[in-house]
């Protein structure tokens, strides 16, 4: 049963911009806590951004000012706008879902497939 299921990446010139969109299950959606992460090649996965219903959202240092995380309850969907990428942005994107807002990845229960974005210089 695909819980998880994301979408919009690809391949952007450096400083543009892509909206990555993941669509959840209704039970993990309206249960657990919502976050993006990403991984490199050769590079441990790493939390970049994350929400929880009715808090602040958390953001890696990385991306503040630059990606904006956000839901729309009525689609069960999330997303992540990420503006003035850079190369060093180049990774699979992943959607996650668990009980705490945290980037620590042992905490997240739920994970999609990935969606790759390519940013070129």
């Known amino acids: 049963q695909v819980q998880l299921v994301e979408s919009g990446g690809g391949s952007v010139q450096a400083g543009g911009s892509l909206r990555l969109s993941c669509v959840a299950s209704r039970y993990i959606y309206s249960n657990f806590n919502m976050g993006w992460f990403r991984q490199a090649p050769g590079r441990e996965r790493e939390g970049v951004a994350a929400?929880?219903?009715?808090?602040?959202?958390i953001y890696a240092d990385s991306v503040k000012g630059r990606f904006t995380i956000s839901k729309d309850n009525a689609k069960s969907t999330l997303y992540l706008q990420m503006n003035s990428l850079t190369p060093e942005d180049t990774a699979m994107y992943y959607c996650a879902a668990g009980p705490e807002l945290t980037f620590r990845l042992e905490k997240w229960e739920y994970w999609g497939q990935g969606t790759q974005v390519t940013v070129s210089s």
């Open positions: 929400i929880q219903f009715y808090v602040t959202p």
